[in-house]
């Protein structure tokens, strides 16, 4: 998985802070879904294109 970024950390301080809707289980599983989807999405990317995967 990819470390968190910027504005992901943004994101979750905003809606850990004013959750008004989602509880913290919830925000926690969105963000390791998105940490999750942007690791596949590398290594897609880079067996696409013939890149060593490490």
């Known amino acids: 998985m990819i470390d968190f970024t910027l504005p992901e950390i943004r994101r979750l301080l905003i809606k850990l802070v004013l959750r008004a809707v989602d509880t913290a289980d919830h925000i926690w ?3 390791h879904f998105r940490r999750r989807r942007q690791h596949q999405a590398r290594l ?3 067996k696409r294109r013939g890149y060593p995967l490490t």
Do not use: A, K, L
């Open 29 to 31: 599983s969105w963000s």
């Open 44 to 46: 897609s990317h880079y």
